[in-house]
């Protein structure tokens, strides 16, 4: 259904509602003046009606149920807050991430229509429930394609996780060997941030032991929020590609990948063929990604000394920059790039946005999920490196992500 269908549908209720001496000519002028605009606004309402009707419909019965549960927790709260937001975003819900960012800024009446809505869409997925899932004759999905992660959060499934993507690591010899089962089992691993491993050291095969730094900065951006960033980005990359549809991107702190599975074609609506170059510091997360994604560039060192080594032959070349980069002190890899405009930057955040940024070739997107000082930070050193930031580049769009995500 139109806009221009939706339009006359609902007229004569328009009519029916106004008081006499309105719904006559009053109203039909108001309409001739304001059509196209009324249109545009149906159009864009049907369209994303549609959109969530055919999300719904592609949902296995597990999610279908999970519509169920989040409905409950909005209806109990009265609100949309980061448990929801998180939940909604893994079910894959259509512009999951920009619809939570955006319902803090709605005025109370707002916000209430907005549940109201988004419960009418959840009761939609859960009500088909008992429906068969439908769909068209199977279709061979490439191992390198990823659908939405089944992530593990708490500590006992995490760790389960990690030792079974290691086992299953440690034994395989190439990319080929990996069955998809095995390779999605890879792409669970969370790393050990957060996580002892003294229960569990004898399990974990030979070069596979995580060192102290691991149990403590090794954190991946979490699958519903690259793949969220991902629904917000992909519009834009037909305007960023070659002439001959492709383009090149870059990844400087890869870790297993979840940025660059979120950007597959698969989920992009094959857009332009994009491809990957990945840097990783981390031995384990690098062997990892090469197992996942054969396909990427991947150099298993430090985003400095990748800079030295590659950035003056790639600068410009990368139409596409995406990362979560650490957030620490940058330590002994300070060293490894002398560029006197950025060897000052003490934090490893504000140097990957940096350089990442620098490197991008003209009207290239880049993206960086960095500490919210950046924007909001009035300190010396927040203003400072605001301005070194934006002399050169636009600042096109901003989130605020939920703090219970990391």
Same mark, same amino acid.
């Given at each position: 259904?139109?806009g221009?269908?939706?339009l006359?549908?609902?007229?004569? /209720?328009?009519?029916a !509602?106004?008081p006499?001496?309105l /719904?006559g000519?009053?109203?039909?002028?108001y309409?001739?003046r304001?059509?196209?605009r009324?249109?545009a606004?149906?159009?864009?309402?049907?369209g994303r009606r549609?959109?969530?009707?055919?999300w719904?419909?592609?949902?296995?019965?597990?999610? %279908?149920?999970?519509?169920?549960?989040?409905?409950? *927790?909005?209806?109990?709260d009265e609100?949309?807050g980061?448990?929801?937001?998180?939940?909604?975003? !893994?079910?894959g819900?259509?512009?999951?991430?920009?619809?939570?960012?955006d319902y803090?800024?709605l005025?109370?009446?707002s916000?209430?229509?907005?549940?109201?809505?988004?419960?009418?869409?959840?009761?939609?997925?859960?009500?088909?429930? =008992?429906?068969?899932?439908? +769909?068209?004759?199977?279709?061979?999905?490439?191992a #390198?394609?990823?659908?939405r992660i089944?992530e593990?959060?708490?500590?006992?499934?995490? &760790?389960?996780?990690?030792?079974?993507a290691?086992?299953?690591?440690?034994?395989a010899?190439?990319? $080929?060997?990996l069955s998809?089962d095995?390779?999605?089992a890879?792409?669970?691993?969370?790393g050990?941030g957060?996580? +002892?491993?003294?229960?569990?050291r004898a399990?974990?095969?030979?070069?596979?032991?995580?060192n102290?730094?691991s149990? @403590?900065?090794e954190?991946?951006?979490? /699958?519903?929020?690259?793949?969220?960033?991902a629904?917000?980005?992909c519009?834009l990359?037909?305007?960023?590609?070659?002439?001959d !549809?492709?383009?090149?991107?870059?990844?400087?702190?890869?870790?297993?990948?979840?940025f660059i599975?979120?950007?597959?074609?698969a989920?992009?609506d094959?857009?332009?063929?994009? /491809?990957?170059?990945g840097?990783?510091?981390s031995?384990?997360?690098?062997?990892l990604l090469?197992?996942?994604?054969p396909d990427?560039?991947?150099?298993? &060192?430090s985003?400095?000394k990748? @800079? #030295?080594?590659?950035?003056? =032959?790639l600068?410009g070349?990368? +139409?596409?920059?995406?990362?979560?980069?650490?957030?620490?002190? %940058?330590?002994e890899?300070?060293?490894?790039d002398?560029?006197?405009e950025?060897?000052?930057?003490?934090?490893?955040?504000?140097?990957?946005?940096?350089? $990442?940024?620098?490197?991008l070739?003209?009207?290239?997107?880049?993206?960086? *999920?960095v500490?919210? $000082?950046?924007?909001?930070?009035?300190?010396p050193?927040?203003?400072?490196l605001?301005?070194?930031?934006?002399?050169?580049?636009?600042?096109?769009?901003?989130?605020?992500?939920? !703090?219970?995500?990391?």
């Amino acid at each position: 259904m139109d806009g221009e269908q939706v339009l006359q549908l609902i007229l004569p /209720a328009w009519r029916a !509602g106004l008081p006499p001496r309105l /719904a006559g000519d009053p109203l039909d002028s108001y309409i001739r003046r304001n059509r196209p605009r009324i249109v545009a606004q149906f159009d864009a309402w049907s369209g994303r009606r549609e959109a969530v009707r055919e999300w719904a419909r592609g949902l296995d019965r597990a999610s %279908r149920r999970r519509t169920g549960q989040l409905a409950a *927790l909005i209806r109990e709260d009265e609100a949309f807050g980061d448990d929801a937001a998180q939940l909604l975003a !893994g079910l894959g819900f259509p512009s999951a991430l920009k619809l939570w960012v955006d319902y803090g800024s709605l005025a109370p009446a707002s916000q209430a229509l907005l549940r109201k809505t988004l419960l009418r869409a959840l009761d939609f997925a859960s009500s088909l429930d =008992d429906e068969p899932t439908t +769909s068209a004759a199977p279709t061979p999905t490439p191992a #390198t394609v990823a659908a939405r992660i089944d992530e593990p959060t708490t500590v006992a499934a995490r &760790t389960r996780a990690n030792l079974l993507a290691t086992e299953i690591a440690a034994s395989a010899a190439a990319p $080929g060997e990996l069955s998809n089962d095995q390779r999605e089992a890879l792409r669970r691993y969370t790393g050990w941030g957060g996580l +002892s491993i003294d229960r569990v050291r004898a399990r974990l095969p030979e070069g596979w032991v995580p060192n102290a730094e691991s149990l @403590i900065h090794e954190y991946y951006t979490p /699958a519903a929020v690259a793949q969220a960033i991902a629904d917000q980005v992909c519009p834009l990359l037909d305007s960023i590609a070659t002439p001959d !549809g492709e383009l090149l991107a870059l990844e400087p702190s890869a870790g297993v990948g979840r940025f660059i599975d979120a950007f597959d074609r698969a989920r992009c609506d094959a857009k332009p063929r994009i /491809a990957w170059t990945g840097v990783e510091l981390s031995t384990s997360s690098a062997r990892l990604l090469r197992l996942i994604r054969p396909d990427v560039d991947l150099e298993q &060192t430090s985003f400095e000394k990748w @800079i #030295t080594k590659f950035g003056a =032959d790639l600068q410009g070349e990368f +139409s596409l920059v995406v990362a979560n980069p650490p957030y620490g002190e %940058r330590g002994e890899t300070r060293l490894e790039d002398a560029h006197p405009e950025y060897k000052g930057e003490k934090r490893a955040a504000w140097y990957f946005m940096r350089r $990442g940024l620098d490197i991008l070739a003209p009207k290239g997107i880049g993206v960086f *999920l960095v500490p919210g $000082g950046f924007l909001t930070g009035d300190k010396p050193e927040y203003v400072k490196l605001r301005h070194k930031v934006l002399r050169r580049h636009h600042l096109s769009w901003a989130a605020r992500l939920p !703090g219970a995500l990391f």
